[in-house]
């Protein structure tokens, strides 16, 4: 099993601004997945990010808006860049374990003003 | 046409009853996640199938590969069991990533 911290895991931010988000586990995984769940939806893959290597993101997400960092097996984080209401969600982080076992985070609820 | 469909999207019911949730999908698939979600926004897993049923409690999963159609069943429904369910499953082709159903907000009143 795995299990992950986010922080923060909640924040009220202004439009304009940026907020990194930090997902921890506590084994060493290769691939972390970020999602974003809008208000009232589901959860919607934003990209995947492998260590040492740039993030695949999924169509409608670029790396400007959200740029992923990887630095190790353990960690990643998501920035959400010159956010506007529209960004306000909860974004969460979660790995694959094996065979095909789903951890998720706690999630990060964002609300921008 | 979404790749996962899940019915109902909301559901309240008594405490006891019996509560069926359905997923259909339209793709190749390798897993079936059953996900509950409490109001605070964190995630759980509840099941993995790929084939056939699990049983973990008051909860039961199965799946028909066959059909491309799976079922969560909560027997003697509690006041705790309110939540958002989703299913969501791991795509065959491309890379290692879950499609989700729109989830079902199930409310169980004592």
């Given at each position: 099993?795995?299990?992950?911290?986010?922080?923060?895991?909640?924040?009220?931010?202004?439009?304009?601004?940026?907020?990194?988000?930090?997902?921890?586990?506590?084994?060493?995984?290769?691939?972390?997945?970020?999602?974003?769940?809008?208000?009232?939806?589901?959860?919607?893959?934003?990209?995947t990010a492998n260590?040492?290597?740039?993030?695949?993101?999924?169509?409608?997400?670029?790396?400007?808006?959200?740029?992923?960092?990887?630095?190790?097996?353990?960690?990643?984080?998501?920035?959400?860049?010159?956010?506007?209401?529209?960004?306000?969600?909860?974004?969460?982080?979660?790995?694959?374990?094996?065979?095909?076992?789903?951890?998720?985070?706690?999630?990060?609820?964002?609300?921008?003003? | 046409?979404?790749?996962?469909?899940?019915?109902?999207?909301?559901?309240?019911?008594?405490?006891?009853?019996?509560?069926?949730?359905?997923?259909?999908?339209?793709?190749?698939?390798?897993?079936?996640?059953?996900?509950?979600?409490?109001?605070?926004?964190?995630?759980?897993?509840?099941?993995?199938?790929?084939?056939?049923?699990?049983?973990?409690?008051?909860?039961?999963?199965?799946?028909?590969?066959?059909?491309?159609?799976?079922?969560?069943?909560?027997?003697?429904?509690?006041?705790?069991?309110?939540?958002?369910?989703?299913?969501a499953v791991r795509i065959i082709?491309?890379?290692?990533?879950?499609?989700?159903?729109?989830?079902?907000?199930?409310?169980?009143?004592?």
């Amino acid at each position: 099993s795995a299990v992950i911290s986010q922080k923060p895991s909640r924040d009220i931010c202004q439009r304009g601004t940026s907020l990194t988000i930090q997902c921890q586990v506590d084994s060493q995984v290769t691939m972390m997945f970020w999602y974003r769940q809008q208000p009232g939806q589901s959860l919607t893959l934003i990209a995947t990010a492998n260590q040492g290597s740039e993030a695949t993101y999924e169509s409608g997400f670029v790396i400007d808006k959200f740029p992923i960092s990887r630095p190790n097996l353990t960690f990643s984080t998501l920035t959400v860049s010159n956010m506007s209401p529209e960004d306000s969600s909860i974004y969460l982080c979660s790995v694959e374990g094996a065979p095909y076992e789903q951890y998720f985070g706690p999630g990060t609820r964002l609300t921008v003003t | 046409k979404n790749e996962v469909e899940q019915s109902p999207q909301n559901l309240t019911a008594q405490e006891g009853e019996f509560i069926t949730i359905n997923c259909s999908y339209s793709v190749g698939i390798s897993a079936l996640h059953w996900l509950q979600q409490h109001p605070g926004g964190g995630i759980v897993s509840l099941f993995m199938l790929s084939s056939g049923k699990k049983k973990h409690g008051r909860l039961i999963a199965t799946i028909n590969i066959q059909e491309k159609h799976s079922s969560l069943h909560i027997t003697a429904s509690h006041p705790r069991d309110s939540a958002v369910y989703i299913c969501a499953v791991r795509i065959i082709q491309g890379a290692q990533k879950l499609v989700f159903g729109q989830g079902t907000r199930l409310t169980i009143n004592p």
